[in-house]
């Protein structure tokens, strides 16, 4: 008897949100395949896992309105976006296809902001840029900013590896230190990245500032001769 009241029941509670089978079909299956085998138009999705699913889907960069074509700035991507629950039904449909990868991560923002800062900078400031502004990585591609990831997408990030991005598993960061970036990177969005920014990056921001200085400097050379030429003759 349950059995057969409960897809009513859930059909109820779930409202006008239409099946994860179903919004695979219309939005998803053109360029993945019916079986997410992967088309012409788009790669396999078995086994890429459910942190990869839920980044590309709750940052919008899925679907995709055109083949080949991720809409990587996140302005342009706005209205893309599939609503939350139509996204929630969409992984529970394709948990099972994309097993094997890596799973949805847990996270909350951890405290430790020095152990997270020192994490960002050895991992991810040489692409992201010190304050998470982004940049310029290789000839073709760029690190977009992180001003507004959500700490569930700055883990599904470091977990699914995007794109050029590395992946980063439980070996290269416990749970306890995902939890601590992920904070981290909330408190650059916040302005307030605690002490010390490190100065060491090879990143855009540095060799931007030292053009800067070097302007300056040649700025303050020119009006100090200047200086004591008009002052050489006055006096
Ligand atoms: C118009 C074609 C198209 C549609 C529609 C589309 N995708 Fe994609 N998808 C792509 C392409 C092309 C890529 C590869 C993008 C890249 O590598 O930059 C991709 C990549 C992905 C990835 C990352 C795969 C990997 O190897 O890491 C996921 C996950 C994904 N799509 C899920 C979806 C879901 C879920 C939907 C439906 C809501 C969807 N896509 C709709 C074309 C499409
Ligand atoms: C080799 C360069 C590189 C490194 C290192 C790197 N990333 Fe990324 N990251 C990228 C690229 C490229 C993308 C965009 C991927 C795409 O759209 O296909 C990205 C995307 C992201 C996004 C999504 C941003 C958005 O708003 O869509 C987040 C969050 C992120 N990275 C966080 C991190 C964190 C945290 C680390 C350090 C653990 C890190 N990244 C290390 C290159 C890198």
Redesign the pocket.
Known sequence: MLIFALPVLLAAVLGATPSGAELYAQKCASCHGAQQWGSPDGPSLRRVGLADVDFYLS?G?MPAAVPWI?V?H?DERAGQQLPLAQIRALEAYLAPVVAGGPALPQVVAGRNADRGREL?AV??Q???GVGGTGGS?GRA?W??A?H??TIE??AD??RAG?????R?GEQQFSQSELDD?AGY?LLMQSGQPGSGIPSSSTGPVPEGALGYLAIVVLIAFVFGFWRRESGGRSG
């Open positions: 940052t960069r991720e990587e996140r960002y991992n991810c040489q692409c992201h990585i591609d690190a977009p992180l507004a990831a997408e700055v990030a470091v995007p794109g050029e991005m590395p980063f970036l990177v």
